[in-house]
């Protein structure tokens, strides 16, 4: 079924969740409200003739410095794709500005939970019934969400973890550990040039 077919099917079903489709290099994109996400995905992945039974990706957006008239500044994106099939869409949906949230998906796709999981550690995007949401990349004490595009390019201080593992790493120096295999005291052999 051609792209911008499974969009116009989409919007038939869910006319009043679907707020604009398009066409981008050849794949279809639908943007969505938020609240009915498992609905519209389960609608994609069952329907019998699109059966979209894989998610590609899934990640969020922040849309803080191209903002669209009408749309939130952040977004979580489902790239899906029919392997029988054959065919895609990409499907965006709006969760919001301030307290970004939107429903897990893990129910649908059970590969869902380590992306939604990093999306909510990079992004602070929440996901509603999530079975296990919590920081996957960054340490718990990590303050803020490195991908969102307010977020500083460096802090006034640095991290107190990373203050602890220099620490470590000076306490254990003592016992002539060398990454590289090299005899403690000694250095690595100059490389050639090419």
């Not at 099939?85 to 939970?113: C, Q």
């Amino acid at each position: 079924m051609e792209s911008m077919a499974i969009a116009d099917r989409l919007r038939a079903e869910f006319p009043d969740e679907i707020l604009h489709s398009y066409l981008n290099q050849g794949q279809a994109a639908a943007v969505v409200r938020p609240g009915r996400i498992v609905d519209i995905l389960r609608w994609l992945r069952t329907t019998e003739t699109i059966r979209m039974d894989h998610l590609r990706a899934l990640c969020g957006v922040d849309n803080a410095r191209r903002r669209e008239p009408g749309l939130s500044r952040f977004e979580v994106v489902y790239n899906l794709y029919s392997i029988p099939l054959r065919h895609e869409i990409r499907v965006r949906a709006e969760v919001g500005d301030k307290d970004p949230a939107i429903d897990s998906v893990v129910e649908l796709w059970p590969g869902a939970n380590w992306l939604e999981r990093e999306t909510f550690d990079l992004f602070g995007i929440h996901f509603n019934n999530h079975p296990d949401l919590r920081r996957v990349l960054l340490p718990d004490d990590w303050v803020g969400h490195p991908l969102r595009k307010d977020y500083p390019l460096k802090g006034k201080e640095e991290w107190a973890g990373m203050t602890e593992l220099l620490a470590k790493v000076r306490e254990l120096d003592r016992f002539g550990f060398d990454p590289d295999g090299h005899a403690h005291g000694q250095t690595a052999p100059e490389e050639d040039e090419p």
